[in-house]
């Protein structure tokens, strides 16, 4: 396959690919930087919140903050692997971080099942409504991750676009930062 | 692949290291809730999350590694958001003004307390209905959503928050507050304090008062009549 010129191309010594993929990471900065820091502001002004947050699942977050450093650690051995040529090793990686991806919103969606269940929606009060909006756009890339990742690693296994398996693993690991801040402002500040 | 991205790729630190380190720290964060401690969890769980997502960034994302001109992309964004936000929190952080009260914050206040039940939408209450919100056979939980105004049970559904369920300031809001919340068992607190005052304090809020912005103004919620029987409910604590 012919690889398109704009891939290698490059006035800042970063190649194109890689470069866009740190503007996606900026633009995400602007969105989940925004969120968390609203959530932080609208938790100092609502003491009474701690009672709704009594009731997040702090081992069921560990659980899950666990799974997503897991599935960071093996793209990023994708990664190693990728840049050693090696594309039927990178690609076994980059399967795992999927499957890590589907265990976390596994679990995710059992948890929620549960706290909806009990009555806890997203409209029942301001802590409920920025726990799911925050989780969930969280968890809404997870699975558009786990759904690049599939397409990169089947590409990569074949030995093509192995470059793609270090930029996929950039964003993924972007992926990760979000949850380790989301883990202790939603589980653990109660 | 293009040369640039081999010379500046070679870097491959010991992944499994630094997952390991990102393991006990996740270990450490859960660990600090167990302390009770407010600012040991706190630590704990953002210090280590600093730390956590300094280690991802360098070492996973190859930050460490990357050309200047990315961490420039990423630096500006984070400053401009930083920016944006510092400029629109002072309006968000007040829920009222000179001339001004955000009345849809004080009801998503009220909504943030489990089994709330509205007492602005019942009519106020008769003296027999009062004298009858006085007996303590009734409790909080088992009040009917439609109930007539009751101050006990609003007390306990709202107020108790962070006045804690006997009055006593102890409530589960009470820790993240200070000044702390009024401790009406105290016969301290009541020896400065005219029902007057009370009632200003619960309809106006705290500041206006004197006393802690933190208490909020109930007075969209509740009517005078309604702020009177409140303070006659919270004579009934005193000294208990």
Known sequence: MQTPIATTRSATGIPTGRLAIWWLVASEIVIFGGLLLSYVMHRIGHPEWAIAQA??????????????????????????????????????????????????????????TSEILEGFTI?????????????GLHALHVIAGAIVIFFV???????????RVEYVGIYWHFVDIIWIFLFPLLYIAK | MSEQDRDTHQHHPDYTKIYVALVILLIIS???????????????????????????????????WEKVVAKWVLGISLVLMLLFFAGVSPDIMKDRGLQWVNNADLAATARGIPDEEEPGKGAPASAAESAKAAAPTQTAAAAPAAAPFNPETTFKTVCAACHGPEGEGNGPGAAALNPKPANFTDPAFWTDKTDSILEKAIRQGGASVGKSSAMPAWGSILTEAQAKQMVAYLHTLKGK
């Open chain 2, 30 to 64: 859960v660990v600090g809730t167990f302390s009770g401690i407010l600012w040991i969890t706190f630590i704990m769980a953002f210090g280590v999350a600093v730390v956590k997502a300094t280690l991802v960034a360098e070492n996973f994302m190859h930050l460490k």
């Open chain 1, 55 to 112: 009731h997040t699942h702090t081992f069921v977050g560990a659980f899950n903050t666990f799974v997503l450093l897991t599935a960071s650690f093996t793209a990023v051995k994708g990664h190693e692997a990728a840049e050693k040529g090696d594309g039927k090793r990178a690609a076994k990686f980059l399967y795992l971080t999927m499957g890590g991806a589907c265990l976390f919103i596994l679990v995710k969606s059992l948890e929620w």
């Open chain 1, 153 to 163: 690693a089947r590409d990569a296994a074949k030995g093509r676009n192995l470059q």
């Open chain 1, 123 to 135: 409209q029942a009060n301001g802590f409920w409504a920025f726990y799911y909006t925050a989780a």
